[in-house]
């Protein structure tokens, strides 16, 4: 069932609970000010529409690699990242032309009607915001015409692709990156991150040129790059963009440093080895995404992004991370690589889609597993299904189970080759393949449309991975289903789950809700073998 996508995340709220202590700072701070709504405090730049405000945003960017002066406004309550008081000055400057002229008065009723517009258009889509003078969200598309000058082409192709209205994070983080604020999300699986960075990638690259390489993304899988790059492409149509894809055969070749490219897209790795040979320029890039963050963020990643993160080294580039799930830890780590950045939550941050209804299924044993599949599927089979195991010895034993039945199935795992992987996931994009066994390998970012189930049959490994693995269904406005097979093994991480289920609106039952929470971080206990075959 398609719904619209400003249903997304109703009735969700941020945690002033959590972030208390943050709130004290803030009043302190404020003093009189504790009255007024959280947001009102917001956009004082944006108030007026049309060229004007394309215009305060180049002198942002400007005055956003000046060192900082003076107070900036916060909002939200705490100050996320390091804090350039551009925009709050430029807003100084013009209430004094301003006061001269009409008095105080009006413009400050102005400044509020704004800000009390933006706070209203903010809490009906569940957009929390923090930093200073947050763009004003989109109302629609058309704005991107109307407020930005967005070329023909790009509504055009936006209308193509059957988007009529902006979903609660395109609404906000393409104003803020549109207005050249380094920006930091959280939005759920399937929510249309990639559109939120790309749109406002393109409208500021305007047109192909032969400079070099002037936006990168970066994504932790080499299936995601490939489907950012279609997504791109997609977006660009009509106009000269030379949008690449880091492939093996590009990182060999001899001279990268003259690449026709405008946006180059790359896992971390490929770009990294690129780097370290020397071969490839990355001083002119003007943009700079980090799509699946904390993952990126991961230790074993880390390095890498640092060695991308230094080799683009212009001063004025816009940085910005997205995810569906954003630990503190990455936070943490954002705030020293990122420069008066926008913090932007949609929803409750680290939940899952309110389009996903979530189940905890006890199987008992290994065996249990497989006859609680096989039952699920006698009953109904709902194609296409994607089922996730921890591991591709797992994967292939699986497949071997379920090969036998009359039913598609295929499977995607690391010893796989890409051309492999590719076509796999091309089947079953293209509903050749039912059924499709996977490893984490393809449990983030990857866009299939219409998944209507996700079987967890073994537990996730951390919470994340059970919010991005079940992220595969309930996307863009439809509904979906998640199943997660739990053995005794895993009890000591159902609560986790729970919770989640819980802040998504789904039923929990109260044993669940009153074991004990813990922390929990790769779990991977060791399972028995998935067969029947010798009971047979
Ligand atoms: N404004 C829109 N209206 C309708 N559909 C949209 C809109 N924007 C994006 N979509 C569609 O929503 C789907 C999910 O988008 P996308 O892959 O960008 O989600 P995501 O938030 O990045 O998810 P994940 O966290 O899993 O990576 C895609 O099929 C995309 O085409």
Redesign the pocket.
Known sequence: MEKD?SFLFSGIHFNKKKFSNDFAKFQEKKGSDTNESEELREDSSFIESGKSEEKERKLSVKKRKRKSVGSGETVQGFDVFKSSKSAGKSVDVNEDNDEAENGPSKKNKELNRQLELDSLSRKKYNIHVSGNNVATPLQNFDELSSRFGCEPYLLRN?KE???????P??RQAIPILLSGRDCFAC??????????FACPMLMKLKHASTDGIRAVILCPTRE?AA?TTR?CKKLAKGKKFRIKLMTKQLVGKADLSKLPCDILISTPLRLRLAIRKKKINLCRVDYLVL??SDKLFELGMLKQIDSVVKACSNPSIIQSL???TLPDSVEELARTRMHDAVRVIIGRKNTASELIKQKLVFAGSEEGKLLALHQSFAESLNPPILIFVQSKERAKELYGELAYDKIRVDVIHSDLSQLQRDNVVDDFRAGKTWILIATDVIA????F?GVNCVINYDFPDSYNAYI?RI??TG???RTGEAITFYTEADLPFLRNIANSMKSSGCEVPSWIMALPKLKWKKHRPRRDSISTQSKD
């Open positions: 996508p936006l692709l059957g988007f009529k209205e902006p979903t994070i395109q939005a759920p699986t399937g929510s249309g991150k990639t559109l939120a995601l489907q997504e799509d699946e997205f995810s569906a983030r970012g990857v866009d449309k991005h992220g595969r996307r863009a406005g």
